[in-house]
């Protein structure tokens, strides 16, 4: 690739000092040249028509319509567009979700310059970047997926029977096992869900369609 092509940058942030404080990180990078900002995102596939750019920054939580929202837009109408989430949450969901949408970069709001470049030349090179601290609540939910797909039939059958407000006794009697084991199963469960509590635990339940 050529080393004095500039990049063309452009950053979507309801916020003015966010986007400033992008712009005076940028000023002196050789390879970035800023094409374009909004505090709107309704605005950006509109201005992205009259300002062509090679990467893409967004928040992701603005008024109106999502960075969730404005990545799936963007990529839809500008495939080769890069994307890279710029926020101040880094929750496993929310991560799951911009990837989902098509992003090739996620950093937090308190990133510092070199690692602005370091995920901006990544991610221009074709390759994809995301910070330490996102790449930690990647691997947490990965890890807590994977305790999910260890709850056993046993497991899952007894998680039923507590919907349907059994107690350990009655559960004993009807899966034909003692109390004393109902209560190791339970142990396991609440651990396996990271749950504290039966209200918690149905929850969880209900989301990952047990019950």
Same mark, same amino acid.
């Given at each position: 690739?050529?080393?004095?092509?500039?990049?063309?940058?452009?950053?979507?942030?309801?916020?003015?000092?966010?986007?400033?404080?992008?712009?005076?990180?940028?000023?002196?990078?050789?390879?970035?040249?800023?094409?374009?900002?909004?505090?709107?995102?309704?605005?950006?596939?509109?201005?992205?028509?009259?300002?062509?750019?090679?990467? !893409?920054?967004?928040?992701? =939580?603005?008024?109106?319509?999502? #960075?969730? *929202?404005? &990545? %799936?837009?963007?990529?839809?109408? /500008?495939?080769?567009?890069?994307?890279?989430?710029?926020?101040?949450?880094?929750?496993?969901?929310?991560?799951?979700?911009?990837?989902?949408?098509?992003?090739?970069?996620?950093?937090?709001?308190?990133?510092?310059?070199?690692?602005?470049?370091?995920? !901006?030349?990544?991610?221009? =090179?074709?390759?994809?970047?995301? #910070?330490? *601290?996102? &790449? %930690?609540?990647?691997?947490?939910? /990965?890890?807590?997926?994977?305790?999910?797909?260890?709850?056993?039939?046993?497991?899952?059958?007894?998680?039923?029977?507590?919907?349907?407000?059994?107690?350990?006794?009655?559960?004993?009697?009807?899966?034909?096992?003692?109390?004393?084991?109902?209560?190791?199963?339970?142990?396991?469960?609440?651990?396996?869900?990271?749950?504290?509590?039966?209200?918690?635990?149905?929850?969880?339940?209900?989301?990952?369609?047990?019950?």
């Amino acid at each position: 690739m050529n080393n004095h092509h500039q990049h063309r940058i452009f950053i979507v942030d309801d916020h003015q000092l966010v986007i400033e404080g992008i712009r005076s990180l940028l000023a002196d990078a050789p390879n970035y040249l800023l094409s374009g900002f909004s505090h709107l995102p309704l605005q950006v596939l509109e201005l992205l028509d009259e300002n062509p750019t090679d990467i !893409l920054l967004t928040d992701i =939580s603005m008024p109106l319509m999502s #960075g969730i *929202e404005l &990545t %799936r837009l963007v990529k839809k109408k /500008f495939p080769s567009i890069k994307i890279i989430a710029i926020s101040m949450h880094s929750e496993g969901v929310v991560i799951k979700e911009m990837v989902d949408a098509g992003i090739s970069g996620y950093i937090l709001k308190n990133t510092g310059r070199a690692e602005l470049i370091e995920a !901006l030349d990544r991610v221009r =090179s074709g390759g994809t970047y995301f #910070g330490e *601290e996102i &790449t %930690r609540e990647i691997l947490n939910s /990965f890890t807590a997926r994977d305790q999910e797909q260890k709850l056993t039939n046993r497991e899952i059958e007894i998680i039923k029977l507590i919907n349907e407000e059994y107690g350990n006794k009655q559960i004993s009697s009807k899966l034909f096992i003692s109390e004393r084991t109902v209560e190791t199963h339970r142990k396991n469960i609440f651990r396996k869900t990271n749950t504290q509590s039966v209200v918690g635990l149905l929850k969880y339940a209900a989301q990952h369609k047990f019950i």
